[in-house]
């Protein structure tokens, strides 16, 4: 089965500085990543997505990803941060074969500081 | 276009209670996926369904149950609450399963005293 390792429980971050959000994966077939934005009380809002082609993929509001296979990584990217950026972000991995759920790992609280 | 949406929105029950969770899908999605997110937690899958049919189940007891109607929508039944039940019940939809992208409403948030 697969599994996804966020490294870390939250990163401060100063507005308008670089953040890198980290995470791993751990499956036996190739996958299908993503990566989740959730806001205060509220749900989860996609912020990209890799399937296939292009390692680097680009998403929403401003943030990154790069799919490293031989690392088996997925961290996100964003060369700028801003206040509205504070959330908790949450990476998902899913076989590309087969019929297995989507897998979540268990967040990254982004704080970006004034 | 209304994405999915869930109703209630919060809910407050006692131990030993029923409730019951519902969600409508984006329109033209056939797919509807529920998750349990306890606080501080990623979400956990419960369960997907397609065609109102059972396409897989999480690691949930069978106090856990669902079903989704003709017209895609969706209900989580939950028997005999527990404290631990207290969470964020996510509701997800998709055009099909199991790969398709997954696109969530805002959750229903239960709390069990």
Not at chain 1, 43 to 52: H, I, M, R, T, V
Not at chain 1, 84 to 103: H, K, Q, W
Not at chain 2, 3 to 23: A, D, E, N
């Amino acid at each position: 089965a697969q599994s996804v390792t966020q490294l870390d429980s939250q990163v401060p971050v100063f507005e308008e500085a670089p953040v890198e959000l980290r995470c791993n994966y751990s499956s036996s077939v190739s996958v299908y990543l993503f990566w989740y934005v959730q806001y205060p009380n509220q749900g989860l809002q996609l912020l990209l997505k890799y399937l296939s082609g292009s390692t680097l993929v680009k998403g929403i509001n401003g943030f990154e990803a790069e799919f490293n296979k031989s690392q088996t990584s997925f961290h996100l990217r964003k060369p700028s941060v801003h206040i509205s950026d504070t959330a908790e972000y949450f990476c998902a991995v899913i076989r590309n074969s087969g019929n297995t759920p989507l897998v979540f790992g268990k967040g990254t609280r982004l704080s970006v500081i004034a | 276009d209304a994405g999915v949406t869930q109703s209630p929105t919060h809910l407050i029950k006692t131990r030993g209670q029923h409730v019951t969770l519902r969600c409508s899908p984006i329109s033209g999605h056939k797919s509807v996926s529920w998750y349990q997110q306890v606080l501080g937690q990623g979400p956990q899958f419960i369960f997907q369904y397609y065609e109102k049919e059972e396409r897989g189940r999480g690691n949930f007891p069978d106090r856990f149950s669902a079903r989704q109607f003709p017209n895609y929508s969706s209900e989580l039944n939950v028997n005999a609450l527990l404290l631990g039940d207290s969470a964020l019940y996510l509701c997800a939809s998709s055009l099909l399963p199991p790969r398709e992208t997954q696109y969530f409403g805002p959750g229903t948030r239960l709390l069990v005293l």
